[in-house]
């Protein structure tokens, strides 16, 4: 047996998510039906995060168990040619044995972006949140500042999550500011189901004015999904890269 380290990037528009399911096409089931038309019956492909409906991935990892002879380059070209467009295999590596795509990874980095725009490109609505009004951006990076470090982010998470535990560490909560676009980067250890979009969410309304942009330690201190913010749109979110020891 060998393990297989898959590095994927996918637009996720027509997906409904990573995770394999019954009522839609995923990324995890496309990977999954690629992987057992050529390395065998039933390959389970594990990836470093669940991404929802709709967000995209530059950098997602996976691993996969299967027993194949195979050339790491030759499963990728085949992979890639089992696959539609939107999804391509970037990479595939031996990793060692007991690797984990989700368990062993140590971080993330995702990217959110927002159109600040009176339009939107026909070639980038997909992939941002439009957002046409003034936003005061020293605000919102004032604001950003109060959720690094270590955090029960229980107010920024969907509820009815799976998951008891909701602390995490940010060290990189960052506003970037682009040629129409205000682009939000956030690295941690790890993030709870919707969290991104809901920091976004919250700080676009310090930017709108609707909230101080000192609300934001209150708002954690009282582990509250109904005083943040709205959950931003999916398809502005895009997972960038995965940290490993």
Known sequence: MRVLRLLVAYDGTHYCGWQRQENGPTIQGALEDACASLLGPSPSVTGAGRTDAGVHALGQVASVRVETTHATDAVRRALNVRLDPDIRVLDVTDAAPEFHARFDATGKTYRYRIATTPLVSPFTHRYVWHVPQ????????????????RHDFSAVRS???????????????EWIERAGELVLEVHGDGFLRHMVRAIVGTLVEVGSGRRTAQSIPGLLASRDRGQAGETAPAQGLTLVSVDYA
């Open 134 to 149: 003034p936003l005061d951006l020293t605000a919102m990076r004032r604001a950003a500042t109060d959720l690094i470090g």
């Open 159 to 173: 509820t009815g999550s799976e998951v008891s535990d909701a602390v995490r560490t940010l060290d990189r909560v």
